[in-house]
T-cell receptor, first 117, second 110 residues
Framework: DAMVIQNPRYQVTQFGKPVTLSCSQT?????MYWYQQKSSQAPKLLFH???????NEADTPDNFQSRRPNTSFCFLDIRSPGLGDAAMYLC????????????????FGPGTRLTVT | GENVEQHPSTLSVQEGDSAVIKCTYS??????FPWYKQELGKRPQLIID?????GEKKDQRIAVTLNKTAKHFSLHITETQPEDSAVYFC?????????FGSGTKLNVKP
């Protein structure tokens, strides 16, 4: 019963060659997040979508872009990957209703491990 | 970014002992306090959370306590087992966004 799916699980790209990571969800959640997690570090929020509204973090490099064509899918585009972009990329979803919920639980996908050669 | 601090950064306990991890935040408007567990090579997963109108919440061997005056909340794990070994995070929640601190690596020795 996969709820948040990420493809591919492993991606190898060359320095400077654009790459796209994908995320899909079956939860019908309105919020989707992209995190970057490097080895032995905490997940770092890159950006998130609240419905169709895109919210970028101030320290997210311009090299990272995102698209959300519909509720179920979200893409992370890295325009010119550098060696420092090698990391695990985690997609997550949550449901925000505007009313105070009991929980704002985030559901994470399994991640895509990106290697840059 | 937002500010959340965890202590300790690493914790090693003997199986069966209790473990306590503390998280300190700076934003007095914070009203939601989750704890996530991330096992090696796996995704983070929510294990327990609490809202600001509740002082304590318990779920079997895990509990979370909140001290709003002191701006800290703690994760308590009793009767620890080797499968509790993981990194634990207390992300700060702020307007639909989660900011993860550096985490606490818990090692439960059999």
């Amino acid at each position: 019963d996969a709820m948040v799916i990420q493809n591919p699980r492993y991606q190898v790209t060359q320095f400077g060659k654009p790459v796209t990571l994908s995320c899909s969800q079956t939860l019908n959640h309105n919020v989707m997040y992209w995190y970057q997690q490097k080895s032995s570090q905490a997940p770092k929020l890159l950006f998130h979508y609240y419905d169709k509204d895109f919210n970028n973090e101030a320290d997210t490099p311009d090299n990272f872009q995102s698209r959300r064509p519909n509720t179920s899918f979200c893409f992370l585009d890295i325009r010119s990957p550098g060696l420092g972009d090698a990391a695990m990329y985690l997609c997550a979803t949550s449901r925000e209703s505007g009313r105070l919920p009991e929980s704002y639980e985030q559901y994470f996908g399994p991640g895509t491990r990106l290697t840059v050669t | 970014g937002e500010n959340v601090e965890q202590h300790p950064s690493t914790l090693s306990v003997q199986e069966g002992d209790s473990a306590v991890i503390k998280c300190t935040y700076s934003d007095s408007a914070s009203n939601y306090f989750p704890w996530y567990k991330q096992e090696l090579g796996k995704r983070p997963q929510l294990i327990i959370d609490i809202r600001s109108n509740v002082g304590e919440k318990k779920d079997q061997r895990i509990a979370v306590t909140l001290n709003k005056t002191a701006k800290h909340f703690s994760l308590h794990i009793t009767e620890t087992q080797p499968e509790d070994s993981a990194v634990y995070f207390c992300p700060l929640y702020n307007f639909n966004k989660f900011y993860f601190g550096s985490g606490t690596k818990l090692n439960v020795k059999p």
